[in-house]
């Protein structure tokens, strides 16, 4: 009896593996890269000024700067649904200012922290078009060339079969973390199950919680009618209006009959307050219902941010209703998805975690295919389905990569007047993933793994070499000023690549081998 329910928990296993790693290797890749969409941003807009920016601000220059964003914002942008400013944390850089006008469109403008004045418009506009390491991001969870709500639903059925394949890998392994300990290499398919085994031991908690968490991430959309039905069609605004009612009550007016009438705004100067600060939300400025939220940095995991809201006309901070327990709940599960606490070393962590998700995905998919190559597929249509899965794994292990390779290539190549670059440059990586695909299909496996794991090798070893011949910010340049943005996408790019060489390097012994074992027995 437990014999069958375990065999019956394999079947689950790779089945629910097999039908959507893809997808999942896919959407583990992007998310993975998404940790550092910052950085990959900064490396995508090399005309942007990166001062070395050393010396942090102190609490006197923030009043100076926030006083003359406030009356460059009161003197052009007004009348507006709300304001964003975002000050600067070292001397040297800018204060970003975002607001929305009356119309509902949105502006943004860089000042100077010291003189209040707008940044040179011109210098904004050599920037190049790119969708950066934030378009990767977003890649993870809404796909692309389909409808936003599509891609949201493919990857949540896709990360439900991922928790039912986690779930049923543990109770298949009957050594689960003994064989965390096991490796045999050069076993065949004892070593992909062994490598399986390991990236599953290795990374399990964040698996689980980055599977479980993305599906509480869109919950909205994946089961709306509990939330429908307990809080108005009207979702997901009535949710929120329970269970978070600070978001509502930061529009609420204490004096109604003044709600809509002008009112000058208090100093945000003097509502400063203490801690390392994000940025600030001024809603409806200059009127009688406007609220000032000051976002601090924190490395909580129960909130990114916290945050201090005052009356925008009376510069009074404001008491606000406390968040249900279940809203911070699925706050704290949406920032150990993202990442938003994390120092730089626990982000690495989560970088290096969702490497070894990656190379879970990849080895089970791998592992599939092992298993079956020796057995006789005797109706075409079993051909058929295995050559389909062993095209569809060297596109995605390897051809993948390569593809994102050359998105970081055409950020460099493309000219900077094409119309709709950055659209271009997600065309680029797709193109390439497609022809890897065709040429899988094409090409006998062991031939398609060799070439395409030497082009993604050569590929992302070739970009810092590329990045020093286009810019002026080369891997040199940065690392002597401590420009770790630049540095670290060509140093990783470098890692990478090695790590392309050596499963090139493998697969070529493997190759060789089996050769001469046929020559052999010939």
Known sequence: MKEGFRQSMAWLHTWSGLLVGWVLLFVFITGTLGY???????????????????????????????????????ANALPAHYWYIEPPAHVGQAVDVEWQDSQGQYHGRQLNAVTG?????????????????????????????LPEKLGNWIVGICSMFMLVALISGIITHKKFFKDFFTFRPGKGQRSWLDAHNLAGV????????????????????????????????????G????????????????????AGLPAPLAPLAEMLVPGPLHGIDVHAP?????????????????????????????????????????WQFQNTLTNLHEGNYASLPLRWLYF???????????????????????????????????????????????????????????NR??????????????????????????????????RAWLEQLGLAALLTGLLPPLNALTTDRHLGV??????WSMAGVDLTALGFSTLFLLALSKVRRRATSVSRSRATTA
């Open 286 to 326: 200059a009127t009688g219902k406007a609220r000032v939220v000051f976002y601090l940095e924190s490395e909580r995991i129960l909130r990114g941010y916290s945050s201090a809201v005052f009356s925008g006309p009376t510069g009074q901070p404001l008491a606000m209703p406390p968040e249900a327990g279940i």
């Open 36 to 74: 550092f969409r910052a950085a990959i941003d900064d490396w995508m807009r090399p005309e942007q000024a990166q001062p070395l920016a050393t010396e942090l601000v102190s609490i006197e220059q923030t009043r100076h700067a926030l006083q003359l964003t406030q009356q460059w914002l009161e």
């Open 413 to 446: 190549l493309l000219p900077l007047d094409l119309p709709n670059r950055a659209a271009w440059e997600a065309h680029c990586l797709f193109m390439l993933w497609g022809l890897s695909l065709l040429h899988a299909c094409c090409r006998p496996a062991q």
């Open 117 to 145: 004045q707008v940044l040179e418009p011109a210098a904004v506009e050599r920037v190049r078009e790119t969708g950066g390491g934030t378009w990767l991001y977003r890649l993870h969870y809404q796909l692309h060339y």
């Open 478 to 483: 940065s690392l002597a000023q401590g420009d």
């Open 202 to 237: 290795l990374a399990l908690p964040f698996l689980l919680m980055i599977t479980y968490s993305g599906l509480v991430f869109f919950m909205y959309i994946y089961v709306p009618v509990g939330m429908q039905v307990a809080y108005g069609w009207d979702e997901p605004k």
């Open 239 to 258: 949710y929120v209006n329970v269970l978070n009612p600070r978001a509502n009550n930061l529009l609420i007016n204490p004096q109604p009959e003044t």
């Open 352 to 410: 290096f975690s969702g490497l070894m998700g990656c190379a879970l995905i990849a080895t089970g998919l791998v592992l599939w295919t092992v298993k079956r190559k020796n057995r006789q597929h005797t109706s075409p249509a079993a051909q058929y389905a295995f050559r389909l899965v062993e095209s569809l794994n060297i596109a995605s292990i390897a051809g993948l990569p390569a593809a994102i390779a050359v998105y970081f290539w055409a």
